[in-house]
Structures are given as C-alpha cells and as structure tokens.
Nanobody, 126 residues
Framework: QVQLVESGGGLVQAGGSLRLSCAAS????????MGWFRQAPGKEREFVEA????????YSTDSVKGRFTISRDNAKNTVSLQMNSLKPEDTAVYYC???????????????????WGQGTQVTVSS
C-alpha cells in the first residue's frame, strides 16, 4: 500500500504561484509513474500533469502547458507541481496519484492510477 499526502494548497491571486507537494509513504514510488489531477466543483476530475517513474518523460494537459511543471525526487519519495501564472479557472482540489503498472497512454485517465491522496484546495482569486 502507498499513502499519498498533498500539501501546499491555498489562496492566491491571479498571476501568482503555488508549489504543491505530494509525500508518499508505505512503499517507495521510484518505480511508479505519478500524476496530478484536479476537480472543480460540479466537474469531473481531470488530468493535469504526469511524470514517468524516472522523471524522463512528462505530460501536461493543454490548459496548463508553459505554466505548470511536474517534478519528482525519488530519494525523498516526493512529487511536486509548480504552478505559475495561476488563473481563476485553475481553482480546484488537486490530487496526487500513483500508477503502479500503467503504460504512458493510460496516465491521462484517472483509471490508470492505483493510489490517490486526499487532495489539497487551490483557490485563485481574480
């Protein structure tokens, strides 16, 4: 079992930045692809970014390209999401997730992940 705990959310003005962190425990995540998803009120949980097990490949949804960056530190068992130039439409609960066996193609769907954190709220004011 892997436990994932997100932190770093909060309230920020449009144009500002936040850095989300995801700390894993229970098992090393060094062989797992990791992803970030978000869910706004009344909407489906959607893919944001993903990173391969060794950090060699990253994927982003179009709406955050050039603004968000995913990274990982396997020695610390953590994954981060740097969010810059935030917009009100980025407001959501952000979730960290671990994929134990998925191919890269499945990383864009929440069904490709096996473990989830509890989420952290990000609110961007206009």
């Amino acid at each position: 079992q892997v436990q994932l705990v997100e932190s770093g959310g909060g309230l920020v003005q449009a144009g500002g930045s936040l850095r989300l962190s995801c700390a894993a425990s229970g098992r090393t995540i060094s062989s797992y692809a990791m992803g970030w998803f978000r869910q706004a009120p009344g909407k489906e949980r959607e893919f944001v970014e993903a990173i391969s097990y060794n950090g060699g490949r990253t994927y982003s949804t179009d709406s955050v390209k050039g603004r968000f960056t995913i990274s990982r530190d396997n020695a610390k068992n953590t994954v981060s999401l740097q969010m810059n130039s935030l917009k009100p439409e980025d407001t959501a609960v952000y979730y960290c997730a671990a994929a134990t066996t998925s191919t890269d193609a499945r990383l864009f769907s929440k069904t490709g992940y096996d473990y989830w954190g509890q989420g952290t709220q990000v609110t961007v004011s206009s």
